[in-house]
Structures are given as structure tokens and as C-alpha cells.
């Protein structure tokens, strides 16, 4: 169990590290803040969940359409798990809105980091 906590500590840490710094932007789509929660659940099978949440909003002064939030998921090797992607039809000037994306699977809780990319049309 200690093993367990201690790898989920630095889990923790390594997604401090990814999300601290500047916004991440797409035109005027910008992510103004992100977390990351690593989950290992036991029973039959081991499943594991990466959930990032975050607020993304439109700080220009139009409509913007087809609004996307991807995450890239890491392992410590640099090792892609899963690119995954969250998306909203419309977000208007200052409107913000709160994403969520999650990688499921037994390996999910291998996410030693991640990074956001942001676009839209």
C-alpha cells in the first residue's frame, strides 16, 4: 500500500510540473486552468482511470465553433497511452466552460505526465 501511495505521489507531482506555466491557447480558445487524478481500482480485474478536468474559455471577442480540448497521456518512458479529446459546438466571447477527459484501462494508472492541446474553428 505504501508503494501504492508513494507511486500516486509522484504521479501527482510529475502532473504539477506538466500543468504549471502559461495558458494553453488555440486562436482565442484558451485552457486557464487543469488537473490531473490517477485511480487504481481493484476486484475481478485491475481498472484504472487518468482523469483531467479543466475550464477552457473564448477570450476573443467572437463566437468561436467546434471549441477542442485533446490530452496526450504518458507514461514515464515517453510512451503514448491514449490521446483523447472533449469538445463543445459553440462557446461565445468570455463564456468559459468545464471540460472532462478520461483514459480508462488496466494501464491508465501508468500516466506519469500529459499535455493539452486546444483548437477550433
Known amino acids: 500500500m505504501a508503494v501504492r501511495n508513494s ?3 509522484a504521479i501527482a507531482l510529475c502532473a504539477t510540473v506538466v500543468t504549471s506555466g502559461a495558458c494553453i491557447s488555440g486562436n482565442e480558445l484558451q485552457v486557464t486552468e487543469h488537473h490531473i ?22 477570450t476573443g471577442r467572437w463566437n468561436i465553433r467546434d471549441c477542442r480540448v485533446s490530452v496526450s497521456f504518458y507514461d514515464y518512458k515517453g510512451n503514448v497511452l491514449g490521446v483523447l479529446t472533449d469538445s463543445k459546438p459553440l ?9 472532462r477527459i478520461e483514459l480508462k484501462g488496466k494501464d491508465a494508472w501508468n500516466v506519469a505526465r500529459y499535455s493539452l492541446t486546444t483548437s477550433n474553428k
Open 91 to 99: 462557446l461565445s466571447p468570455s463564456e468559459s466552460w468545464s471540460f
Open 37 to 58: 487524478v490517477v485511480q487504481e481500482y481493484t476486484g475481478d480485474t485491475t481498472q484504472s482511470s487518468a482523469l483531467v478536468r479543466g475550464t477552457a474559455r473564448n
Open 7 to 9: 507511486l500516486l505521489a
